[in-house]
């Protein structure tokens, strides 16, 4: 049996990943990236989904972009 493929738009991803932090971590997606990014995610494998769907992002997005 063959896997079926994912496709998805920045924004689809952008929501999973906000609506994943919110319920499991009580944060925003921004904040979710820069604690990852930052190696100072607690628990990091609870939300592996999650950190998969940020790195299907490109190194350009906002959200990795410090202000």
């Known amino acids: 049996m063959e896997t ?3 496709d998805l738009n920045r924004d ?3 929501t999973r990943i906000e609506r994943g ?4 971590l009580r944060i925003g997606v921004q904040d979710f ?3 990852y990014r930052a190696g100072r995610l607690p ?6 989904d999650l950190v ?3 790195a299907l992002l ?3 997005d906002p959200f990795f972009l410090k202000p």
């Open 4 to 6: 079926p493929l994912l």
């Open 12 to 14: 689809q991803i952008v």
């Open 21 to 24: 932090t919110k319920q499991r």
């Open 33 to 35: 990236v820069t604690l």
């Open 43 to 48: 628990d990091p494998g609870k939300v592996a």
């Open 52 to 54: 998969a769907l940020a």
């Open 58 to 60: 490109p190194d350009t």
